[in-house]
């Protein structure tokens, strides 16, 4: 198997006296689409955030493409190419979707925000731009002010935020939410369309979704790793089947 992209080792963390992360371990394949799942409260985007660099672990190790990125800040682990999507979206409403991406150009440039004055007119940011709102299908809608654009359109414009920064692998905390069927469906091919290119962590409730889309799946309950394996396997799980009968039962 190729070398992980990207290594959670022993990763743990506390708010208080509630563990949230309690030892987490698991590694994701370059290309893979590894999926994060878990009952509400289980620590799921309190890792993701971990591991994008918003919060500082307790103990443990975060290896990415090789190198200890632990003490790496947020704005370095993006650098380095580990992208992220939000849990809630993150786009700026009054600029139109073109501009938004071409602010993560920007970003990865390692420009400061105040240069994007200049930058609206610059091939150089808007190229990429235009070639990753092309690859979630909104070339259409470039020019269209993000807080115009719907539901499902603004989360896929969240992933060409992430694809404009020429990521090795991303995070996509629950892209899904809140998105109608007809748009989850529309997501979900965009998720499909990206399999193989990029590593993907994937927290996602939406278990139809997970099981067409996941290469693997991670069970996370009360911060630990569960079942971590093939999707058929874990979902035949006896325990993966308990922690979900509390939620669903
Ligand atoms: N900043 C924080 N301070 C204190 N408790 C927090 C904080 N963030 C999350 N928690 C708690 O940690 C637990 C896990 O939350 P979270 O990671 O958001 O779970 P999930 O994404 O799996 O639903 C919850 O009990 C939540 O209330
Ligand atoms: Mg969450």
């Given at each position: 198997m190729a070398e992980p992209v990207l290594v959670l080792e022993a990763l743990s963390k506390s708010f208080g006296a509630l563990?949230?992360?309690?030892?987490v371990s698991l590694a994701v394949a370059p290309g893979e689409l590894h999926a994060l799942i878990g009952p509400n409260g289980a620590g799921k985007t309190t890792l993701v955030h971990q591991i994008s660099g918003m919060l500082t672990p307790d103990a443990g190790t975060i290896r990415f493409r090789g190198q200890?990125?632990?003490?790496?800040n947020a704005e370095k682990r993006a650098r380095h190419g580990l992208a992220r999507t939000f849990q809630i979206t993150s786009t700026?409403?009054?600029?139109?979707a073109l501009e938004n991406v071409a602010l993560g150009v920007q970003a990865k440039a390692g420009?400061?925000?105040?240069?994007f004055r200049n930058a609206a007119s610059d091939e150089r940011l808007n190229r990429p731009a235009r070639a990753a709102l092309d690859a979630v299908g909104l070339s259409e809608r470039a020019h269209v002010p993000a807080g115009s654009l719907s539901h499902g359109e603004k989360r896929a414009l969240e992933i060409a935020m992430a694809l404009a920064l020429e990521p090795a692998a991303i995070l996509l905390d629950e892209?899904?939410?809140?998105?109608g069927k007809e748009e989850g469906e529309r997501l979900i091919g965009l998720l499909k369309s990206l399999k193989g290119r990029y590593a993907m962590l994937l927290v996602e409730h939406d278990m139809e979704a997970v099981f067409a889309l996941a290469d693997t799946v991670s069970v996370l309950v009360y911060g630990r790793v569960i079942a971590s394996g093939d999707p058929a396997a874990v979902r035949a799980d006896p325990a993966v089947r308990e922690a979900y009968l509390g939620e669903e039962g």
């Open positions: 563990k949230v992360t309690d030892g200890d990125v632990t003490a790496f700026i409403a009054s600029l139109s420009h400061p925000l105040s240069f892209p899904l939410a809140g998105v």
